[in-house]
């Protein structure tokens, strides 16, 4: 069983698209987070829930907007997708209170915008 | 606030070779520090990491100390297999629940 699974693997759409990316983890922890990689590798963390909470938010434009139905899922919408919008999406889970616990990866979402 | 410094890449090495990746940290408080990496194609995985000062974290042949005078958490290995060819990533985490990357080093390993 994969323990962070995200779906779709590759995403390609037209500027001005809305879409979306799903992500669930079969880990039992209770805190979730989308990072965004873009083309250089560059890793940068773009939310993180807790408990279906937000706990942080990284300036992330307003088009994006991620919504956690419960603690397993964590979805990204993203609206009127623009060329910077291509990246590769990490979602991404852990069990929550202080500095000690690794971060389990999905495989992560390609979004090509055309 | 805190960041992350790694070496630029790519790190071009052959095989059986000894590999360093440089890394140094800024952060208020004491962080933990992980190594992860990244094969093509595919999310991060935790390397390695450790705690607190004077920790050593390893794995799979890699190592590295949490040195807290010289804030560094550099990742070695004594002898690269072509199958290390990734990119590494550094990071840190105080007690948000936010992890900090540096920029990945890619290394590149030739038979």
């Known amino acids: 069983d994969t323990a962070v699974s995200q779906t779709p693997k590759y995403l390609v759409t037209q500027m001005g698209n809305d879409k979306s990316i799903k992500c669930e983890q079969n880990?039992?922890?209770?805190?979730m987070y989308w990072y965004k990689q873009d083309s250089k590798k560059f890793l940068k963390i773009m939310f993180s829930?807790?408990?279906?909470?937000?706990?942080i938010n990284e300036t992330v434009p307003n088009r994006f907007s991620p919504k956690s139905p419960d603690k397993a899922h964590l979805n990204l919408h993203i609206n009127s997708l623009e060329l910077g919008d291509s990246a590769v999406y990490f979602c991404?889970?852990?069990?929550?209170?202080?500095?000690?616990?690794?971060?389990?990866f999905g495989e992560g979402s390609r979004l090509t915008v055309l | 606030g805190d960041s992350v410094t790694q070496m630029e890449g790519p790190v071009t090495l052959s095989e059986e070779a000894f590999l360093t990746i440089n890394c140094t940290y800024t952060?208020?408080?004491?962080?933990?520090l992980f190594w992860y990496v990244q094969y093509p194609g595919e999310g991060l995985q935790l390397l390695l990491k450790?705690?607190?000062?004077?920790d050593k974290g390893s794995n799979k042949g890699f190592e590295a100390t949490y040195r807290k005078e010289t804030t560094s958490f550099h990742l070695e290995k004594g002898s690269v297999q072509v199958s290390d060819s990734a990119v590494y990533f550094c990071?840190?985490?105080?007690?948000?629940?936010?992890?900090?990357f540096g920029t990945g080093t890619r290394l590149q390993v030739f038979p």
């Open positions: 450790a705690t607190k000062a004077d």
């Open positions: 829930y807790n408990n279906k909470e937000l706990i």
């Open positions: 990071a840190l985490r105080e007690d948000t629940d936010k992890l900090i």
């Open positions: 952060a208020t408080g004491y962080p933990s």
């Open positions: 991404a889970s852990s069990r929550s209170g202080g500095a000690f616990g690794e971060l389990f």
């Open positions: 880990l039992g922890h209770d805190t």
